[in-house]
């Protein structure tokens, strides 16, 4: 049987992080189809999804494709979702693809994902501001 996007998720979250391993993942489902699949996850199910997305989002080659349309929208709901843990997960992710090149950042900020994110991310920068003082 066709495994499902959560337990294709559950695997390469708990495999090995090689880029292979994101390619195959990303082969069989698109980052679309695992935002797709977390909006109607089960709450384990969803665990895995999240941390596939932000194991994703480390390797360089993956990150141009999280500006797809269906990924910024679901970062953008995910930004004012109830649960703390997919809000800093995108907090995260965006500040991941912002550092990854200024064209990732300019494709956020075009499509509005900053100013949804600052909340989130005022928390960092201050941090990180602090520290730089």
């Known amino acids: 049987a066709m495994a499902t996007a959560a337990e294709a998720a559950k695997e390469f979250a708990t495999g090995p992080h090689v880029i292979e391993a994101a390619r195959l993942l990303l082969g069989c489902f698109p980052l679309a189809a695992l935002c797709e699949a977390l909006a109607s996850a089960r709450p384990d199910d969803a665990g895995h999804l999240l941390s596939a997305l932000d ?8 990150r141009e494709a999280f500006l797809a349309d269906e990924v910024v929208s679901f970062l953008a709901v995910g930004a004012e979702a109830q649960d703390p843990t997919v809000r800093a ?3 995260r992710l965006i500040s991941r693809l912002t550092q990854s090149s200024e ?3 300019q494709r ?3 499509k509005g994902l900053f100013a949804l994110c600052e909340p989130l991310l005022v928390v960092e920068e201050t941090s990180t501001a602090e520290a730089a003082a």
């Open 55 to 62: 194991k994703l989002s480390e390797f360089e080659e993956v």
């Open 89 to 91: 997960l995108v907090a």
């Open 103 to 105: 064209a990732c950042a």
């Open 108 to 110: 956020l900020a075009d």
